[in-house]
Structure formats: C-alpha cells, structure tokens
C-alpha cells in the first residue's frame, strides 16, 4: 500500500511560519509574566495579525489595535448602562457587531478591519460580562492588554527578522499591469481584422487589465506601512492606478472607432492605418522605464491630429469625417495616457532609491470603489438576527457556555461577509474546527498540565503550530490552517483560568460548533446570493451612475471618480460571470461572459462621454446646444430606468437629437468654435451613437434620406 506523500513546504513558508511561531510563544511569554488572566489571546493575536508581508503585518497591527480600542470602549459603555437587563444588553451588542460590519462593507480596503473587528471584539468582552458585569473592567483591560502584546510582538519579528517587503509583488503586479497594458496596445494598433474572431484577444487584454487595476489598488493600500523606500511611492502608486483607470476606457473607445470604420468601408482606410502604423513604432521605441523623445511625441500627435482634415470631406461623407475626428480624439488621449504613466513608472523607480518624489497630476480624494450599501445592510440584519438567536437560546436554557456560541456567530458573521455566499466559507471553518477538537482535547486535558515553564511550553505546541502556520502561509490553504489554529488556540484559552477539564472543554467545544452552524444557517436563509444574481446587482448600481451623470446632479468629484469605479466593477463582474456560467457561446462564438465584459467597457464610455458633453456643451452652437439638452434628459431617463431594474429598450427618441447635435457641431457654423472642444463633442456624440444605436443607419443618409422625402 502507497503511503500518502507529505506535504513539502516552501523555504517561504517555512519562514513565515518559523517567524509566527516565534512572535506568539514571545507574545504568550511576556502576557503570563505581566499576570494577564488569559494570555493566550496574546498568541492568537500574533497568529491572527500575521502575513508574508511586512508592510501587511503593520498595517494589520494598527487596524487591529485601533478596532480592539474602540470595541472595548463601546463595551465599556454598553455593559454598565444594560446590566441589569441581560437581553436588552444582548440585542444592543448584536446591534452593534450588525453596525460595525455595515461600515466596515462600506470601505473595501484593509481598513475596514478596524470597523470590523471594533463589532466582534465587543462580542468577545461583552458577551461574557453579561452574568458578570462587575468584572467588565477588568476584562476589557486585560483584553486590550494581551492583544497589544501580540500586535507588537508580531510586528516586531515580522519587521525585523528577514522582512519581506512589499517591494517585489507591489512592483511585479505593477509591471504586469503595464505589460497587459502594452498587449492591447498593441493588439488595437493591429486592427480589427488581425484580432478576429470576436475580437478574442481583446477580450482577454479587457479581463487581465481591470483585474490588475483592482489587485493594485487593494495591494497598494499597505504601502505606507512598508519598511522599504517603497512607501515613498504612496502617492504615486495613487496617481497610476487612476491614469490606468481613465486609459482604459481609451482603449475601449479607439477599439469601437477602428471597428465602426473597418466596418462603413471593408476594411481599415489607408489613412488611419499609417496612423496606427506610426503608433506602433512609437510604442516599441518606448519602455516601461523610460520616457519616449519629445519630438517623437509631438510629431506623433500632429500626426494624428491630420486624422478628419486630411483624405475626407465632410461633404463627401459626415459620418466618416466624424469618426476620424472621434479617433483621433481617443488616439491623443491614449498617447498622452501612456505617456503619463511612462512617467509615472518613473517616478515610482525614483522613490525606491529613496528621493520623494511628488505625484503628478490633481490629487484624487474622490471614492474610486464599488459600494453596495444593500448588501451591507443584509449583511449586517443576517449578523444580528443570527447572534439574538443564539442570546436567546444560551438565556432560555441558562448554558454555561452559550456566551461561547455567541462570540462564534458574531466572528463567523463578520468574516466571511465579503463573500456573494459565505455559506461554503463557514462550512469549511465549520469542518476545519471540528478537526481541531481531538487536537485540542489532547493539549488541554493532557499536554498542558505538565507545562512548567516557557521552554516546555514552545516545545509541546512546536509540532502543531509550525505546521499550521505553513499552511496559513499558502492562500489555497490559508482558511483551513486559520480554522485549525484558532479551534486549538481558542480552546487552550480555557486552560488559562485553570478549568481545562473534560466537562468545561466539552461545553465550550459544542458552543463553538454550535455557533458557527447557526451563522451558516441564518446567512443562508438572508444574505447568500449568486453569483449571477450579484453581477446582474453590480450592472444596475452603474445604470443608476449614468443617470446621474446625464441629468448633471453629480458634482465634478463624483464625475471624476467613475472611470475608476467603473473599471472596479469591471473587476468584480469578471470572476462572478465565470462562475455563473460556463461559458455558453452565441451563435457568433461569442461568450456571455465576453459580451457582459464589453456591456460594461461601454458604460464605462458612456460615462466619459455624458461628461464630456456636460463640459463643452455650453460652448456648440445653439442648435446643438438645443440638442444636447434633450439628449441628456432622455439618457438620463433611460438609465435610471435600468438601474431600477427595468428591462426597457432603448427610445428611438434618443437618436434624433443625437444626430441633430452631431451634425450641428460638424457644420461650418461649428468650425468657429474652439478646434479642441469641437473633436471633443464630436467624440462624445459619436461614442454615445455607437454604443446606444450601433446598428442605426449613418446620420448623412438618414438626412439624405429625410431630403428626398420632403
């Protein structure tokens, strides 16, 4: 018979596991000299806040104590006003661990810890002080003191003893944005002929750079915690992660142009292809390091600039002038994009040798994330609903240890609340944690009452600890090694007030199952969703954005922050359409998932074009003025009426004022205005045309049309 092959560890997680394992015996170590009741939580929280990376565990260790603190407070304040009505004092801690969790889902950066762990830190204080209230005091001190001694023996050793910087992932998940940046670049310079069928490669280069901009900018977050010059790049990193946000739906709009024109004549005309041609060249003479010549730059954009001057009249054919001139407005813009993130690339290289170097550019504060408030709020009912069934049933039947199963629902609630269905999460944990009983048993009832000293201590948990800690250090891993230490962590913390016996372990161990079930239970009727479902919810909230933006109520902050925030859903539809199909094709091969992809690059668009035409519209011609007006009212209309959920066509109402004001700006009349705004509105209305009516007739033979009629 085969044995099963042991797992075999990285020289990485070695390490970490190594480094985490010092940092708790020193936290537990140091909490038993002090006389703290419970210095397990000191080795927890070492385990807890721990991570691969320096700068992470710094981060965490700030989120947490600042949580811990204001948990603590909270309970501090609750416990003593509601102690004499123990289910008055539970329902206001399950109110506020609900509370706690929907801020926290309102801030999707590391961050939100603090909201987060200020709900489940009062659970754990004020749960077990509601039959003791006087002691309250004294265990929330205590608390606070223990899980300070972890934070700062974990951050410690991870700072000191061999760091990993944030430098090399930070740095490699920005180079590969830039590399997929540069791929469909290249592809786009290509043509659409060359990327058929269905324009698969751009359909991959769409899915790898929202992904990465999404990556980057929850990795960054912990930048300025870092040991290395890195957090120097702080505001950099900021600056390109935008600049890459706004060069997306450039792409978008220069990939739909080169279609609209291949598709009006056959083929790409000869005109625009040395342009692209020209581009190309431009594009291999950069790198990712270094900024192209000026001259080159500038020859470049006159040459774009003869696009919709040069080869065709608008007498000949408007539509075709038009779509010139929107091409080259997106062409200078991906030129000028490019080049700023050349340089911004730069400028993170020159703060690594440790010169601050100022972020170019307006500094953005605006929110740049998806927030989904609805649910957040039935995250935050399922926690609270889920933590009262447990109060209510520990209270009814006086257990012992139903303050245990309380503290379990409210941490699984609130960690897995990120999730569209944590239910598989918490039945994993749940599996996880009842594997770790038989272990536990064997510490509490047998190991631990021959530890004498420290050194004793470090060798009986050695064997388990290093082992969990390499699988905490493997993400594919990382929860069940989480669930495993915490079920035998949590359970040695008994031992700590001398009541390690079989019965007490017995009871706290059905009361951690318990909890975790009943957390599984009451998200599964409330808060799972699917992933289809979600995506669907995902669509609308930006439906409803563009709304916003063609009525004008949203503020020039609001405006400036949707390219990012649409890019971010972009990034959070990808996964959740794979996994709500697999992959159905079309009768053209196409995949819903690439066309769900492309729905949303065209809101995307859509955005910066309502903007656009809010900006310049107070500078066409009255007519087109006239126009623009009625336009926006009506795609403001249309998409509300989306975001709500209705599936409502696309008015034919729309199409007239949309080639009224195209033609206008296209008119002689028009030519007086500003060159710049001109291109501009052109671009905008030609972007909205292609993407609300993109097979209606061109609007030169729609008029010529109307002409032979009249």
């Known amino acids: 018979m085969k044995l099963p092959a042991l797992p075999r560890f990285s020289q990485a997680e070695m390490l970490f596991s190594a480094k985490s394992f010092t940092s708790s015996m020193m936290a537990i170590t140091i909490a038993q000299w002090a006389g703290l009741p419970r210095p397990f939580w000191a080795m927890m929280t070492a385990y807890i806040v721990a991570n691969p990376l320096a700068g992470a565990v710094r981060s965490k260790a700030v989120f947490r104590f600042c949580g811990t603190l204001l948990g603590c407070t909270a309970t501090l304040l609750m416990v003593p006003a509601l102690s004499s009505a123990p289910e008055l004092l539970a329902i206001a801690l399950a109110l506020w661990v609900a509370v706690c969790l929907y801020v926290s889902l309102l801030d999707r950066t590391p961050r939100a810890y603090v909201f987060m762990l200020a709900g489940y830190t009062a659970a754990l204080i004020g749960f077990p002080s509601v039959e003791t209230p006087l002691l309250l005091f004294d265990t929330a001190s205590a608390r606070v003191e223990e899980i300070l001694i972890g934070i700062t023996c974990a951050t410690l050793i991870h700072s000191i003893v061999l760091p990993t910087g ?91 142009r080169l279609r609209a024109l291949q598709d009006a004549d056959g083929a790409l005309p000869q005109d625009v292809q040395v342009v692209l041609n020209r581009m190309q060249q431009w594009l291999d003479a950069s790198t990712d390091a270094h900024l192209t010549h000026g001259n080159d730059t500038t020859d470049l954009l006159a040459t774009i600039d003869a696009l919709g001057h040069d080869g065709t009249s608008i007498e000949d054919s408007p539509w075709a002038h038009a779509l010139r001139l929107a091409l080259a407005a997106r062409l200078t813009a991906l030129v000028q994009g490019w080049q700023a993130c050349l340089g911004l690339r730069h400028d993170v290289n020159v703060g690594l040798d440790g010169t601050l170097v100022s972020a170019r550019g ?67 944990f749940l599996t996880f944690t009842a594997w770790s009983l038989p272990i536990a048993a064997v510490y509490v009832l047998v190991l631990m009452p021959l530890v004498q000293d420290p050194i004793t201590l470090a060798l009986v948990c050695a064997p388990v600890f290093l082992v969990m800690g390499c699988f905490m250090a493997r993400p594919a891993t990382g929860l069940q090694g989480m669930a495993l230490l915490l079920g035998v962590a949590g359970a040695l913390s008994g ?61 020039a902050a609001h405006a400036q922050g949707y390219a990012a925030r649409t890019l971010d859903r972009i990034g959070l539809l990808a996964p959740r359409i794979a996994q709500a199909s697999a992959a159905p094709t079309d009768a053209t091969g196409s995949t819903h998932d690439d066309a769900a992809a492309r729905d949303a690059l065209r809101d995307l668009r859509v955005g910066a074009d309502l903007v656009t035409l809010q900006t310049c519209r107070d500078r066409l011609p009255p007519q087109a003025t006239v126009a623009v007006n009625r336009l926006l009212t009506d795609v403001s209309s249309f998409f509300r009426q989306r975001g709500a959920g209705r599936a409502v066509p696309r008015p034919a109402s729309m199409l007239a004022p949309l080639d009224t004001a195209l033609m206008s700006v296209l008119s002689d009349e028009a030519k007086a205005i500003d060159p710049g705004a001109r291109r501009q509105a052109v671009s905008a209305l030609v972007g909205l045309r292609r993407v609300l009516f993109p097979q209606a007739t061109p609007p030169s033979i729609i008029l010529a049309q109307q002409e032979r009629a009249t």
């Open 495 to 555: 031992h700590d007030t001398a009541t390690g016996d079989f019965v007490s372990f017995i009871n706290s161990s059905a009361a951690q199952l318990m909890g975790i079930v009943v957390a599984a239970r009451t998200t599964k009727l409330l808060r799972s969703v699917g992933a289809d479902w979600m995506a669907r919810r995902i669509q609308r909230s930006t439906w409803r954005e563009l709304g916003e933006l063609a009525s004008g109520r949203a503020d």
């Open 166 to 256: 944030m430098a090399a992932p930070v740095l490699g998940l920005l180079d590969r944005t830039m590399r997929d940046a540069r791929q469909w670049f290249t592809d786009l310079m290509r043509g659409p002929a060359a990327t058929a069928p269905a324009g698969a490669p751009l359909q991959t280069d769409r899915q790898r750079l929202a992904t990465d901009i999404t990556q980057l900018r929850m990795l960054s977050t912990h930048v300025p915690f870092d040991t290395t010059h890195l957090r120097l790049t702080a505001s950099t990193l900021h600056a390109m992660q935008n600049q890459m946000a706004s060069l997306t739906s450039v792409f978008s709009a220069v990939e739909d």
């Open 362 to 428: 307006p500094d953005r504060t605006v929110p740049v994330m998806h927030l989904d408030r609805g649910m957040a709020v039935l995250s935050a009912a399922a926690a609270f609903i889920a933590i009262g069934l447990v109060c209510g049933f520990w209270m009814l039947t006086e257990w012992p240890m139903g303050s245990v199963a309380a503290m379990m629902c409210a941490i699984l609630c609130c960690f897995f609340a990120t999730m569209d269905d944590p239910v598989p999460a918490i039945h994993l």
